[in-house]
């Protein structure tokens, strides 16, 4: 069993930085990527950004410049820098990890609000 916990949201000013932290636990388990998506009220989950094995990054063209995803894999952790956030930023941030013979695993959300 695999599990992902999520921390570091909050209430942030426009303009403001938040970093987003995420620990997969668990035993005896591979990591292919890691990644992270937000939902925002009354619109669909969608990918913000994404870290596989080694350094390879894909982003959401929104945040491309502002956002910055890492990953220390000795920790099985996965951090989401944000700057310059913006009110359209707002939304629950759910990381997600696929897991060599296990598959996709979620965790349940951390808020991000931007607002002044």
């Known amino acids: 069993q695999v599990q992902l916990v999520e921390s570091g949201g909050g209430l942030v000013q426009p303009g403001g930085s938040l970093r987003l932290s995420c620990v997969a636990s668990?035993?005896?388990?591979?990591?292919?990527?890691m990644g992270w998506y937000r939902q925002a009220p009354a619109k669909e989950r969608e990918l913000v950004a994404r870290i596989i094995s080694g350094d390879t990054t894909v982003y959401a063209d929104s945040v491309k410049g502002r956002f910055t995803i890492s990953r220390d894999e000795a920790k099985n952790t996965v951090y989401l820098q944000m700057n310059s956030l913006k009110p359209d930023d707002t939304a629950v941030y759910y990381c997600k990890a696929v897991i060599v013979l296990l598959g996709e695993r979620w965790g349940k959300g951390t808020l991000v609000t931007v607002s002044s």
């Open positions: 668990g035993s005896s388990f591979r990591i292919m990527s």
